[in-house]
């Protein structure tokens, strides 16, 4: 096979991903960027004459290696999903009779944690709400500004103080929250629904935000979303758009850094758990998540954490024990 079958082999992928599968055309960028410098790493080794046939195991592992020197896991990662999904066809299609990739490893991507906040800054962002809306000598402001801070203290309070993700505390409906034995029953991922303490001072924002959240009702219409917790414009059920808004709005205030976002809460709540001393399998039941090894990953342990734990559990950390 000549090298411009090589060539000539990867227009026939694009084809059958524009035309059979019908892969957006940034999908069929993306593929053919991928194999196109493949067959040019292959070309490099074995010469204009390079065939399919080249392409093996061993140098799919060394294109890879080479690429790793100035790339980062995410898109090795996706160098292999390229490399499968053509070989898969040029099988399929009997261009080749076995499958190198059948063997080959993406590498793992590494999730990015996000910056925690200090206990000090999350004590200043529930404060955030009061600070930032300003009294007025309006009376129908003021009353409004009211009506919002309590709102907005509830959601910061609710986030941080139970670790929902930003989709749970919208999602959540008034029948959900049993102030009387302080919890609520969440939705999270794949509609598996937990039960979550509720703080005292999260079921102290949220008595005074149930007094106010009539006053949410649209001016127009009079229309209030009778099940939702948290209630924005028109009467209608706030969207995550607005609450990373206002978390972006109060963070930036409390913290003189911008950026902040919701997911920031739900990890300091965590971090700040885990500091404390809570077990980690507490904390994975506090958060939903399925696999305690995604909570290992998400929680920030301090060093100081760390010493305290060595210092109490090791039998030679205490002076008295050393000889």
């Not at 026939?12 to 892969?23: K, P, S, V």
């Not at 920030?300 to 002076?319: C, E, F, G, Q, R």
């Amino acid at each position: 096979m000549e090298a411009r079958r090589l060539a000539a082999h990867l227009e026939d992928f694009r084809t059958y991903l524009t035309h059979e599968q019908r892969a957006s055309p940034r999908t069929v960028e993306h593929y053919l960027r991928d194999l196109d410098a493949l067959a040019d790493f292959v070309r490099g080794r074995a010469g204009a004459d390079a065939t399919l046939t080249h392409v093996t195991l061993l140098v799919l592992r060394a294109w890879l290696s080479e690429r790793s020197k100035r790339r980062g896991t995410a898109t090795l990662s996706r160098n292999v999903s390229s490399v499968r999904a053509f070989f898969r066809w040029a099988r399929h299609v009997g261009r080749v009779d076995e499958d190198p990739t059948a063997t080959l490893r993406a590498p793992k991507i590494r999730k990015k944690l996000p910056d925690t906040l200090s206990v000090p800054d999350a004590g200043r962002l529930m404060d955030a709400p009061g600070e930032r809306r300003s009294a007025s000598k309006r009376k129908d402001l003021d009353d409004r500004r009211a009506v919002l801070i309590a709102r907005d203290r509830l959601m910061l309070e609710l986030i941080y103080g139970s670790g929902l993700r930003v989709s749970e505390a919208v999602g959540l409906d008034v029948d959900e929250v049993s102030a009387g034995v302080s919890t609520a029953r969440v939705l999270g991922k794949g509609s598996k629904e937990r039960v979550v303490p509720l703080g005292a001072p999260t079921l102290a924002a949220y008595a005074a935000w149930l007094a106010l959240r009539p006053r949410m009702a649209d001016p127009r219409t009079g229309f209030l979303d009778p099940k939702a917790v948290f209630i924005g414009r028109g009467g209608k059920r706030i969207t995550v758009r607005q609450v990373q808004y206002l978390v972006a709005e109060y963070g930036e205030l409390a913290t003189g850094s911008p950026g902040v976002h919701p997911h920031q809460l739900r990890h300091a709540c965590a971090t700040h758990l885990l500091d404390a001393g809570a077990d980690l399998r507490m904390i994975q039941e506090l958060l939903g998540h399925a696999s305690l090894s995604t909570t290992q990953r998400y929680t920030h342990v301090s060093m100081d954490h760390i010493m305290k734990i060595y210092d109490a559990a090791h039998p030679l950390a205490k002076p008295s024990s050393m000889p």
